[in-house]
T-cell receptor, first 113, second 114 residues
């Protein structure tokens, strides 16, 4: 079967750092994605990891360990506008019909002043 | 600027009606997807297509069908709408080639079935 787990909700303070974890069990692996979704809007792409290690992009970083089926999204210097849902998604095996992404249920992050 | 456009942001239909949700992308992407998003359940894949006239069932295809006659257009069809199909529907596209692998999403179509 396929399963992606992430916490339902998190709260953090403006200016702080927060880490959102994601664990997965999928049939095949060809990359892990993080998306941000503000209420009432479409998801927007944040990061992509296909090899183990840390990918940094400004205030956001994403880490992957394929052997542990684990990823996290790290948000630094939190801003109020970072209040959103963060979606973890895994892509199946390379090629053709298996390019689909399977999404977790998302983590709703509330940033407080 | 890359774009995925969904035909309707909000629709209200009655039980038993036939519903068409249209999606067009201008990025020449091979892959197109239809998801529905419900509170507590996240995004669930209904159908996807990796080429013109090709379609594959996702995780929850029951009650839905799709059509992809042209590369840029992917339609979701509810043959006989039911109240449990009230949801937010999201269309997305992605490239199979060497370009960026992420999905690009449309703005979503919020369907209410009465």
């Amino acid at each position: 079967g396929q399963n992606i787990d992430q916490p339902t909700e998190m709260t953090a303070t403006e200016g702080a750092i927060v880490q959102i974890n994601c664990t997965y069990q999928t049939s095949g692996f060809n990359g892990l994605f993080w998306y941000q979704q503000h209420a009432g809007e479409a998801p927007t792409f944040l990061s992509y990891n296909v090899l183990d290690g840390l990918e940094e992009k400004g205030r956001f970083s994403s880490f992957l360990s394929r052997s542990k089926g684990y990823s996290y999204l790290l948000l630094k210097e939190l801003q109020m506008k970072d209040s959103a849902s963060y979606l973890c998604a895994v892509r199946g095996l390379r090629g053709g019909a298996t390019n689909k992404l399977i999404f977790g249920t998302g983590t709703l992050l509330a940033v407080q002043p | 600027d890359v774009k995925v456009t969904q035909s309707s942001r909000y629709l209200v239909k009655r039980t038993g009606e036939k519903v068409f949700l249209e999606c067009v992308q201008d990025m020449d992407h091979e892959n197109m997807f239809w998801y529905r998003q419900d509170p507590g359940l996240g995004l669930r894949l209904i159908y996807f297509s990796y080429d013109v006239k090709m379609k594959e069932k996702g995780d929850i295809p029951e009650g839905y069908s799709v059509s992809r006659e042209k590369k840029e257009r992917f339609s979701l069809i509810l043959e006989s709408a039911s109240t449990n199909q009230t949801s937010m529907y999201l269309c997305a596209s992605s490239s199979s080639g060497g370009g960026s692998p992420e999905l690009f999403f449309g703005e979503g179509s919020r369907l209410t079935v009465l």
